[in-house]
């Protein structure tokens, strides 16, 4: 049976079609992607959730100031806390920190621009759900497109990032002022990945890498390894 | 009874204010010399139904704290503008 996995929308979310076309490369027969509304309260059946990239809620007040009240996300953090696996892209990123699912801040750019370019990143640990499958020191090259990417977070937490091994992804050459290179982190456990760079837009050789493909297949396995556990 | 509340939000210090610096080195292009530490924030203006003042106040520091900063990267003050209505 193909895993399941939701893609969460909240008003203002932009990239939801985009996971969910990357998502369905992987065939019929292992994945099924499908949307989920961002008023929904039960998370029951999906082996795994991802938070897209877009202006949930207009990014009024801050990115995810407000998406962190919607009611999916009270099942996210449930989900979350069960063990599964959760992945933010960019704007969702933005939206596991400000529900506290994530530690730091996305702040605005260095230098106040919004940047849409490919960049280069390298895998810094595989003891996550979207590095699974990779190696560490991998170069992939992807795209961001934002305007608050800028990782901040204070020193003790940056300490604490760095002993337990939770820096998921690094940029090779920094584009908007992130302490310690950050594009990527990720909870205790590893289930829980929030990164700015777009994977679902690099998946089609066409376009673009298809750097995206290697991390979205680390989130389909273990999205199957959950549809295996024992409920 | 209703209260003026100001809550105003700006980045805590040490995090980079690139907003405020910007302004910072324009002023002088205009003559304004002599202007520092000018950082950039927002203010929120808020009634707020609340028995007595420092209950006002108390109300806007939780919602300060729960909402309108993100207490990661910036910090509030909470200022009630004038008595009761």
Known sequence: MATKIGVVVFPGSNCEHDVVKALGLFGPARVEAGLVWHGERSLAGYDAIVLPGGFAHGDYLRPGALARFSPVMEAVAKYAADGGPVVGICNGFQVLTEAGLLPGALQKNRGLRFLCTTVGVSVCTTRTVLTGESTVGAQLSLPINHFEGNFTCDAATLERLRAEDRIVLRYTANPNGSLDDIAGVCNEDGNVVGLMPHPERACDAMTSSTDGMGLLESLVVAATRRAHVPV | ?85
């Open chain 2, 1 to 85: 009874m209703k209260y003026e509340v100001l809550v105003e939000v700006r980045l805590r210090p040490g995090i980079a204010d690139p907003q405020g610096a910007t302004i910072e080195r324009a002023l002088p292009a205009l003559g304004f010399e002599g202007v520092d530490d000018v950082s950039v924030g927002k203010a929120f203006r808020l009634s707020i139904e609340a028995s007595d003042e420092p209950a006002a106040r108390d109300r806007a520091v939780e919602m300060a704290d729960r909402l309108l900063a993100n207490p990661v990267i910036e910090v509030s003050t909470v200022t009630v503008l004038d008595g009761a209505r």
